[in-house]
């Protein structure tokens, strides 16, 4: 992996939501000589970049069929300029209040450790012509947010977090992002497309114990998640969860298990109905399909004309047959608001839905676009 240093100088392309960015950056060190003083074009995935402000950028060089040769950037860091021509340059840049003339006078006076020198006291800016108290503020407060950006996102690549995961905890939780993850790192799964499994890595390189409550409450959710999609149901019992969730832990024992969930399901994370664990989504996803059930069945039940000659019609159409369950299960659908057609596969539930639709759409001028379909399973679509 290869490194390079230098000056934003453009933008040619960011996508926002997201981070993804194309620039130009003005290399003035690297440890591929030949790049030195060269202007090349990099692409990553980044925090707001900066105008003027140098960077250094760890990646490879790669060769775009189409765009051409490009720096492709795996972590990047701010590098605040310590010669006095960058310091006049980065201080009257866009970002900050001041012009060149007041930049010259602060470095002038600071030197060329003028901005570690604000960092460490920002009254050392005091005296300075034509810089009120909302200015010397404002600068100490933005050199406070490069610094902390760029803090982060190393921070966070230590930690074992790509870039583009460390951009987005950045936009989500700004300055407070590390001591979010270092307080429960399991927190933040619902914002970054990582799993449990993912994030327990990083838990343990941050010396997570593996009986950690923290780490037992997100290992419980992820055993729910687990169980239930695996196995197609919507909640667990005590024990088919505590048979899985061992094999992660050290000795677990049930009662330690049990306080846990009891924990969850006060923080409405998961829902106990006696000896059935949902997770709170699905046990909220059942009620509301029961609801709708209910004012489904209780609806105005119609009673179609003609049933009997309408399937007939049908059959000698398409050169088919129904036998008595078909006919009896056709009739029931049409004439109820809700009916449930079970059976084994090959058992003719396709063919009793297609008669359903075709009567529907054909005999009683149903418009087909108020007629929704949906399957269940992956061979059933």
């Known amino acids: 992996m290869a490194y ?34 060269k202007v090349i074009t990099f692409t990553g995935t980044f925090d707001e970049l900066k105008y003027k402000t140098t960077y250094k950028m760890e990646g490879n060089f790669v060769e775009h069929n189409k765009y051409g040769r490009q720096f492709l950037v795996d972590s990047y860091e701010i590098v605040l300029p310590t010669e006095e021509e960058e310091i006049i340059d980065f201080l009257s840049s866009d970002i900050f209040p001041i012009g060149e003339a007041t930049a010259k006078k602060i470095v002038a006076k600071l030197g060329n450790t003028a901005i570690n020198k604000i960092l460490e006291d920002k009254n050392c800016l005091l005296g300075i012509p034509r810089l009120p108290d909302k200015k010397i503020d404002k600068i100490y407060e933005t050199l406070l947010d490069y610094q902390a950006t760029s803090h982060i996102v190393l921070e966070l690549s230590k930690l074992g977090f790509s870039t583009k995961t460390a951009i987005t905890l950045l936009k989500k939780y700004s300055i407070n992002t590390l001591d979010i993850i270092n307080n429960n790192i399991y927190d933040i799964e619902d914002d970054v497309d990582l799993s449990f499994l993912e994030l327990d890595k990083i838990a343990k390189n941050m010396g997570y114990e593996l009986n950690d409550e923290r780490r037992l409450e997100a290992l419980s959710i992820y055993t729910l998640k687990s169980l239930t999609f695996n196995n197609g149901d919507t909640y667990l019992y005590f024990d088919e969860m505590y048979s899985f969730i061992k094999k992660y832990t050290d000795n677990l024992d049930e009662d330690t298990f049990e306080y846990i969930l009891l924990k969850l399901a006060k923080q409405n994370r998961i829902f106990i109905d006696k000896n059935k664990y949902y997770l709170d989504i699905h046990h909220e996803a059942e009620n509301y399909i029961t609801e709708r059930l209910i004012k489904l069945n209780e609806l105005k039940r119609r009673k179609l004309p003609k049933l009997e000659t309408k399937i007939k019609i049908l059959e000698e159409q398409n050169n088919i047959v129904y036998d008595k369950s078909q006919k009896e299960a056709i009739t029931t659908a049409l004439n109820n608001n809700l009916t449930i057609i079970t059976g084994g596969p090959g058992t003719g539930k396709t063919t009793i839905v297609k008669c359903i639709v075709r009567l529907l759409i054909d005999i009683y001028q149903i418009n087909e676009q108020k007629i929704a379909l949906l399957a269940p399973t992956g061979r059933a679509a």
């Open 4 to 37: 390079i240093k230098g000056i934003f100088i453009q933008d040619i392309y960011t996508n926002s939501s997201n981070g993804y960015t194309v620039g130009l950056l003005r290399i003035k060190d690297s440890d591929i000589k030949e790049e030195i003083n």
